[in-house]
C-alpha cells in the first residue's frame, strides 16, 4: 500500500556525533585564528567552561585524540605543537561554501540571474516544439510521448512532429577569474573584523570552482602595500598586515595573471574597505592615508580604462560606506564599464555568488 509512515520523532538519530559538532566549531574558529591551532583550541577551552561542550564520557582531550587520529592534525614529536592538515583546511573551504549557499538558499533578495537556452550542459526546467535544426539529444522522449498518446490514443499510438517537445540547456562559459582581497590594516579597524569574512567568501569561492566548475580557474591576489598571490591551501593563514592599500599593485598583477590564462572569458572580483592610499614607483612607496590622492586614483583609473579594453570587467564589492569613498568606487566602476556592489559583511558571500553564477551563462546562437 502506497502512503506515508509517521512515527516519533527522535533527535538521536538525526543529531551529529559529539565529535562532528566539536570539529563544525574547531574549524570555524581556525579562520578567525588564521589556523593557528593553539590559539583555536584556547578559545575551545574557554568556550567549554562556559557552556559545557563536552562531557564526563567525551572530554576535549578525546576530541583532540580523534583530531589526530583522523587526520585532521599533525603532531611534532619534538616541540608536541600541533598544525592544521591538508585535509581540515579542504574541510574549511567546504565548511565556508556551505555557511554562505545555506544563506543563499534563504532568501532570494538581490537575484537577478539570466537564464538564456542554448546548447549547454545543465538542463533547464523549460520546454518548446520541436524546430529544424534540433539535435535528437534535446528531445524530452517523457513528454513527447504523452503527447502523442494524447493526440493520436493508446491504441494505434504514432509519433509525429508535432508531438516533439525540446528540453533546451543552458551553456556554462568557462571563466579564469581572479579575486583580490585588501590585506590592509583598515581590514581590522574600527573594531570590525572585515579580513575574516573576505576570507571565508575567497574560500567557498575556490571550493565551488574546483568542485563544480573544474574547467574554471581562481586565481588569489592579496594587496596591501604590494601585491602577490596565495595558493588556496594558504587561505586559512591569511592575516591583515601593517600596510596600505596599493590597489594598483593588485590591479597590475590580476592583469599579468589573466594575460596567461587560455579562457576567452576573464573577470577580477576586488574586495576593498577603503581608498587607494599606496603607490610605488622605483623602489620608493608614495603613501597618503588621509584622502583620495589622484596621483594614486588616476592610475587605478588608468588601469581600469585598459582592462575594459582588454574585456576584463572588474566587479568591486565595497565593505564601507563613506560617500567619498563609494563616489571613487562609482567613478572606477564607470571607467571600466563594470559593477560595484556596497555590500554589507553579513551579505558580501550572497553578492559575490550570485554574481558569479549569473556570469556563467551566455546565449549560444
Not at 178 to 205: C, N, W
Not at 273 to 293: A, E, H, M, Q, R
Request: hydrophobic residues 30%; proline residues 4%; glycine residues 6%.
Amino acid at each position: 500500500m502506497t502512503g506515508h509512515h509517521f512515527s516519533k520523532y527522535d533527535p538521536s538519530k538525526n543529531s551529529k556525533s559529539k565529535f562532528e559538532q566539536l570539529l563544525d566549531l574547531f574549524t570555524q574558529l581556525l579562520t578567525y585564528t588564521n589556523g593557528d591551532v593553539a590559539e583555536a583550541m584556547d578559545w575551545m577551552n574557554q568556550l567549554d567552561r562556559q557552556y559545557n561542550l563536552t562531557s564526563d564520557e567525551y572530554g576535549m582531550g578525546d576530541f583532540i585524540d580523534e583530531l589526530k587520529e583522523k587526520g585532521y592534525l599533525d603532531e611534532n614529536p619534538v616541540t608536541g605543537t600541533f598544525k592544521i592538515t591538508s585535509k581540515t583546511e579542504q574541510g574549511i573551504r567546504k565548511r565556508s561554501l556551505e555557511e554562505i549557499f545555506g544563506k543563499l538558499k534563504k532568501t532570494r533578495q538581490g537575484q537577478h540571474h539570466t537564464f538564456k537556452p542554448g546548447q549547454g550542459d545543465e538542463l533547464n526546467p523549460e520546454t518548446r516544439p520541436f524546430q529544424f535544426g534540433d539535435t535528437l539529444e534535446q528531445i524530452d522522449f517523457t513528454n513527447s510521448i504523452r503527447n502523442a498518446q494524447i493526440n493520436h490514443g493508446i491504441d494505434s499510438f504514432q509519433m509525429r512532429e508535432d508531438d516533439l517537445e525540446i528540453r533546451e540547456t543552458d551553456y556554462k562559459t568557462q571563466t579564469s577569474t581572479v579575486l583580490m582581497i585588501d590585506i590592509s590594516h583598515s581590514m581590522i579597524l574600527y573594531g570590525e573584523d572585515r579580513i575574516t569574512p573576505a576570507k571565508k567568501v575567497a574560500m567557498a569561492l575556490s571550493e565551488l570552482i574546483t568542485t563544480r566548475y573544474p574547467k574554471d580557474t581562481l586565481d588569489i591576489v592579496v594587496f596591501g602595500n604590494d601585491a602577490w598571490p596565495v595558493e588556496i591551501k594558504d587561505l586559512p593563514y591569511l592575516e591583515v598586515g601593517p600596510y596600505h592599500t596599493n590597489t594598483v599593485a593588485g590591479l597590475e598583477l590580476a592583469m599579468e595573471i589573466l594575460r596567461r590564462r587560455k579562457n576567452p572569458n576573464k573577470q577580477i572580483f576586488m574586495i576593498t574597505d577603503g581608498k587607494p592610499t599606496c603607490l610605488k614607483i622605483g623602489k620608493k612607496y608614495y603613501k597618503n592615508s588621509f584622502g583620495l590622492d589622484r596621483k594614486i586614483t588616476n592610475r587605478c583609473l588608468n588601469l581600469a580604462a585598459q582592462c575594459k579594453k582588454l574585456k576584463i570587467p572588474i566587479t568591486t564589492f565595497m565593505i564601507a560606506t563613506d560617500p567619498y569613498l563609494q563616489r571613487f568606487v562609482q567613478e572606477f566602476t564607470e571607467t571600466n564599464n563594470g559593477k560595484a556592489f556596497f555590500a554589507s559583511l553579513d551579505k558580501l558571500g550572497a553578492f559575490i555568488f550570485k554574481d558569479f553564477e549569473s556570469g556563467k551563462r551566455k546565449t549560444v546562437y
